[in-house]
Antibody, heavy 123, light 112 residues
Framework: QITLKESGPTLVKPTQTLTLTCTFS??????????VGWIRQPPGKALEWLAL???????RYSPSLKSRLTITKDTSKNQVVLRMTNMDPVDTATYYC???????????????WGQGTLVTVSS | QSALTQPASVSGSPGQSITISCTGT?????????VSWYQQYPGKAPKLMIY???NRPSGVSNRFSGSKSGNTASLTISGLQAEDEADYYC????????????FGGGTKLTVL
C-alpha cells in the first residue's frame, strides 16, 4: 500500500525559505521508473505542478519557479524534500507530494497523493 | 506557459452525460498522449481518473472516459451520479521551453 505524507511549517514569513518533506511508504525511490513530485494549490484556485524527482536523481522543475526550487531525495529515509526560497504571500497554498505512476515508458501523472499541507506566508 | 483552458463550470442531471474540455497547444495536449484527468472533492487530494488520454486506473468507474482531438482533450462522464459532483482538472506534459507538466484551471461539476 502506497502512502505519502507532507510535513513542514504551516506559517512562514515573506523572504524566508520553505522546506517541505514528503515521507512515503509502500515503494522505494531507488527502483527504476519511480518518481515523486510536488504540486500546490492556492486556496480556491487551480493545481500547479512544481517539481519532480526520479529514481536516477533526474529532476524537472516548473520553468516559472525553477530559480526558487530545489528537490532532493533521501532514499534511505524514504523521503523527498522540496525547498522554495524567497517565499511571498502569493505562495500561500496547500502543497501536495505525489507518486509518479509507473507504467510502460514515460508517464507524467500521479496515482497516489499525500493529504497535502497548508502553508501560509505572512509576516 | 499558460495553464490549459477548461470551462469554469458544467452541470448535468443524474443519468445524463457531460463532457469537460481541456484546450492546449501543439506543444502540450496536441503534441503528446500524456493528458490526465483528476477528480478533487473539497478539502481532499486529487484522484487520478484518466491517464494517457483515455486509460483508466484500476478501480475507476467505466463511466469515466477520455479522448483527444487536435489540441483539445475531453473527459466524459456518463450516467451522471450525485457523487460525481467535484472539481476536475486536466493536465498535460509539455515540451514548451522545458519538460514538465501543465494543469488546467479546473472545472466545477454540479449534479442538478
Amino acid at each position: 500500500q502506497i502512502t505519502l505524507k507532507e510535513s513542514g511549517p504551516t506559517l512562514v514569513k515573506p523572504t524566508q525559505t520553505l522546506t517541505l518533506t514528503c515521507t512515503f511508504s509502500g515503494f522505494s525511490i531507488s527502483i527504476s521508473g519511480v518518481g515523486v513530485g510536488w504540486i500546490r494549490q492556492p486556496p480556491g484556485k487551480a493545481l500547479e505542478w512544481l517539481a519532480l524527482i526520479y529514481w536516477d536523481d533526474d529532476k524537472r522543475y516548473s520553468p516559472s519557479l525553477k530559480s526558487r526550487l530545489t528537490i532532493t531525495k533521501d532514499t534511505s529515509k524514504n523521503q523527498v524534500v522540496l525547498r522554495m526560497t524567497n517565499m511571498d504571500p502569493v505562495d500561500t497554498a496547500t502543497y501536495y507530494c505525489a507518486h509518479r505512476r509507473v507504467g510502460i515508458g514515460s508517464s507524467w501523472d500521479f496515482d497516489y497523493w499525500g493529504q497535502g499541507t497548508l502553508v501560509t506566508v505572512s509576516s | 506557459q499558460s495553464a490549459l483552458t477548461q470551462p469554469a463550470s458544467v452541470s448535468g442531471s443524474p443519468g445524463q452525460s457531460i463532457t469537460i474540455s481541456c484546450t492546449g497547444t501543439s506543444s502540450d495536449v496536441g503534441g503528446y498522449n500524456y493528458v490526465s484527468w483528476y477528480q478533487q472533492y473539497p478539502g481532499k487530494a486529487p484522484k487520478l481518473m484518466i491517464y494517457e488520454v483515455s486509460n483508466r486506473p484500476s478501480g475507476v468507474s467505466n463511466r469515466f472516459s477520455g479522448s483527444k482531438s487536435g489540441n483539445t482533450a475531453s473527459l466524459t462522464i456518463s450516467g451522471l451520479q450525485a457523487e460525481d459532483e467535484a472539481d476536475y482538472y486536466c493536465s498535460s506534459y509539455t515540451s514548451s521551453g522545458s519538460l514538465y507538466v501543465l494543469f488546467g484551471g479546473g472545472t466545477k461539476l454540479t449534479v442538478l
